[in-house]
């Protein structure tokens, strides 16, 4: 018996071009929706489709002069959080994937995708959307395709990228694109028996089993299960990070998981930075930070994704330039407040869709962290009153009581999905399509102890190995036990597209590239504590001091003493008027142990290992001899004595 394909109706402005409409063929053809709907990305679009969402129960209006023209989402308790476990590179070689990502062999991925992907979209919608990474003619962006049956996606690409008809009339004109295909893996129509079943569909529709499989050679990604995040908004980790990574590697730039900010003194000299944090470590705080000295002024260009292209500088060195390759911010909302990130709240105010965050009792939105109380009232994200939450908990009602038996109102990685033009301190130029020359690159994690609030690289060489060693507490925006101590080189570890090793050779051949056009490279860490517990750096605004000390030293004009792990400021180097921080703390804040370091040597010797070891299987690449030349540097210094360790 011949399976007859159902009929479907298209819409929208198809593609010019043959190769695009033959591509989404072939995946109607697969998926088996009702209808496909090229997407236009205009403002009656994406009314239509919150309009949708709404009577479908996937998203809740926000009160509209509380927070106008926003919405909240309640995602399904399995689909919260990037699935690494089930995130694959398919690359033809096992050793170009590395021992950091999973690999399978392309060919059965294919098949096995094939498989979960048959029919995966019966009774709904395919939703084409055509996206740009980067602004809309610069030579530095890149263009894409994403199919989905989502339109939650459809609307936060929208944000995110710049998708619709322009970036059509992009590539219908011959910009090379990237094929991205979707599914929540939830059809509407399944077989049973012979015959064919119609059921209803839920608020946040997604299955159990999911993918998020990237193919470098082809330049292909494919995710089913998951409507949540980066797992399905393609453009965003999956793209700008892990398929973009093996680009810039095969055209000599870089893609990173950096931030971006431009930095103006009070002399008016302007300095741009990027900064590598793992997600959920300050990053966005950062890249809106208000400084609290007098005379600096700080813009944003990105906080998440930043690429990087050596160039030919009007001063004849070659140097790095920038762009954000995103429209939009995808934040974590629980600790962000007006103390930690005024400019975060005000951008906030309104239009915004806000995913797995509590619901106050008068329709706005709240989380962990925004105020210093829990205010009444609250459905937390799970659709749940918190009330009738404490009444049930047997611990006597109130809701301070039932705190810890309720868990948080809002889930520990919910998130906010924002325009960047709507940010306040966003620079008027952050979408120029040249980008912007770096001047210093700042490297950082999570430490509680052993590691400076701040210091400095001594060669390109050594901010290589500092971005390749840099290890953070994990957070609730990744797998795994939060709190737990994991190296997370140049803050990629779950997002680059090839071997980690293969990675940092990269940055070294780009290093050599660069000459002395490269930027300054810096480690800092805001997370240091006192032998109590408590945080010994006050952070968010206040790290306008360490910014201020950094730019100095790329400037030529602030003293340093030389440490083991690199140059620290000098006794004074770093402002302390006007915040508690007194000059033992700050000593303590810029100690390196010796004994520590030499544990942390020890660490980082058989994280090596870890990686020469995969190679001998096959399973990647060895540490790049560079590299080990600056781990024996490191403990030939600390044996030494080299430089004033502190402390």
């Known amino acids: 018996m011949v399976a007859v394909e159902p009929r479907r109706t298209t819409s929208g402005a198809e593609s010019s071009r043959p190769d695009v409409r033959a591509w989404v063929d072939r995946i109607a053809r697969l998926a088996r929706p009702d209808a496909v709907r090229w997407c236009d990305g205009s403002d009656v679009e994406t009314a239509e489709l919150l309009d949708g969402m709404v009577d479908a129960g996937t998203i809740e209006p926000l009160d509209p002069v509380l927070r106008p023209r926003s919405y909240l989402a309640r995602s399904a308790p399995s689909d919260v959080a990037r699935v690494e476990a089930r995130t694959f590179i398919c690359s033809e070689r096992e050793a170009d994937a590395g021992p950091t990502n999973n690999w399978r062999d392309p060919e059965l991925m294919r098949a096995e995708l094939r498989g979960v992907f048959d029919g995966a979209m019966r009774g709904r919608t395919m939703y084409v959307v055509p996206f740009a990474m980067g602004p809309i003619g610069s030579p530095m962006t890149r263009y894409g395709i994403e199919i989905t049956d989502s339109p939650y996606v459809v609307v936060s690409m929208g944000v995110m990228t710049r998708a619709g008809a322009a970036t059509l009339r992009a590539i219908d004109d011959g910009a090379d694109w990237v094929p991205a295909v979707h599914s929540v893996g939830y059809p509407l129509v399944l077989p049973d028996d012979g015959a064919e079943v119609r059921r209803a ?5 997604c299955d159990e089993t999911k993918y998020v499989v990237h193919f470098p050679e082809s330049r292909e990604i ?11 908004l393609l453009g965003k980790k999956c793209y700008a990070l892990r398929i973009a990574s093996v680009m810039a590697r095969d055209e000599g730039w870089l893609a990173e998981h950096m931030l971006l900010l431009r930095v103006t003194s009070p002399a008016g000299r302007v300095f741009h930075v990027a900064a590598a944090f793992p997600s959920a470590c300050g990053k966005t705080n950062l890249a809106m930070l208000r400084p609290t000295i007098p005379g600096w002024q700080v813009e944003t260009l990105g906080d998440d994704i930043a690429w990087l292209v050596p160039r030919r500088a009007p001063d004849g060195r070659t140097r790095l330039y920038a762009i954000n390759p995103e429209a939009g911010f995808f934040g974590v909302a629980p600790g962000t407040s007006v103390a930690s990130n005024p400019v975060a709240m005000q951008m906030l105010a309104s239009d915004v869709v806000f995913t797995n965050v509590a619901r106050t009792a008068d329709g706005d939105v709240w989380w962990e962290g925004m105020t210093a109380t829990e205010p009444p009232g609250l459905i937390d994200w799970h659709g749940r009153a918190r009330q009738d939450l404490a009444a049930s908990s047997g611990t006597g009602g109130t809701a301070d009581d039932a705190a810890d038996d309720r868990g948080p109102a809002a889930h520990p990685n919910s998130r906010f999905t924002v325009a960047a033009t709507r940010c306040p301190t966003l ?11 770096l001047d210093a690159i700042l490297f950082g994690g999570r430490r509680r102890s052993r590691v400076p609030l701040v210091w400095q690289a001594r060669s390109w060489a050594h901010g290589v190995f500092t971005g390749a060693t840099i290890s953070s507490e ?13 190296r997370d080189p140049f803050a990629m570890l779950p997002f680059c597209g090839y071997a980690m090793t293969d990675h940092w050779a990269h940055w070294l051949a780009v290093g050599d590239a660069l000459g002395d056009g490269a930027p300054a490279i810096f480690g800092v860490n805001w997370f240091r504590r006192d032998a109590a517990g408590a945080f010994l750096w ?3 605004g206040e790290n306008s001091r360490v910014l201020e000390w950094v730019l100095d030293r790329v400037a030529g004009e602030a003293p340093a003493r030389e440490t083991p792990v690199g140059w620290v400021p000098e006794r004074g180097g770093l402002r302390l008027d006007g915040i508690d921080v007194s000059e033992d703390a ?18 980082i010797a058989a994280y090596f290992d870890s990686f020469d070891a995969a190679a001998e299987t096959g399973g990647g690449y060895p540490v790049p001899a560079p590299l080990r030349g600056e781990l024996a540097a490191l403990r030939a210094r600390l044996a030494d004595g080299a430089g004033d360790a502190g402390g």
């Open 538 to 540: 006050p952070g968010f």
């Open 222 to 232: 494919w995710s089913y299960g998951s409507g949540y995040g980066g797992n399905a």
């Open 427 to 437: 620079a008027a130029d952050w979408d120029d399509p040249g980008g912007v020359p």
């Open 474 to 486: 994990r957070t609730a925006a990744a797998e795994g036990t939060v709190g737990e101590l994991r």
């Open 201 to 205: 569909d839920v608020p946040w529709p």
């Open 586 to 603: 700050l000593e303590e804040l810029l100690a390196v142990t010796p004994e520590e370091w030499a544990a942390e040597a020890d660490s």
